[in-house]
């Protein structure tokens, strides 16, 4: 198992962070959780510009190998 990392170029958006089997089931969790939180009513709702770039080369994926450390720079 590996932490996967998907991170935006600049600063705003929200980067994923998942721990799964593979690349695949990966991004299909992340997939999940924003169609899941995609409802105006929902208590976690996703504005567009929270996802801004999903899915396009704007984020930048880190594999990360168990006790491998990364930072998340967003300011």
């Known amino acids: 198992m590996k932490l996967y990392a998907w991170q935006p170029k600049g600063h705003g958006e929200y980067s994923f962070f998942v721990c799964a089997e593979d690349k695949e ?9 924003i169609h899941d939180h995609l ?11 929270c996802i801004d770039g999903w899915g396009t080369d704007y984020y930048v994926l880190t594999e990360v190998e168990p006790m491998t450390v990364i930072i998340n720079d967003n300011d």
Request: overall charge negative.
């Open 25 to 33: 089931g990966a991004e299909e969790a992340v997939n999940k959780y």
């Open 39 to 49: 409802n105006k009513d929902d208590d976690e709702y996703l504005f567009d510009y």
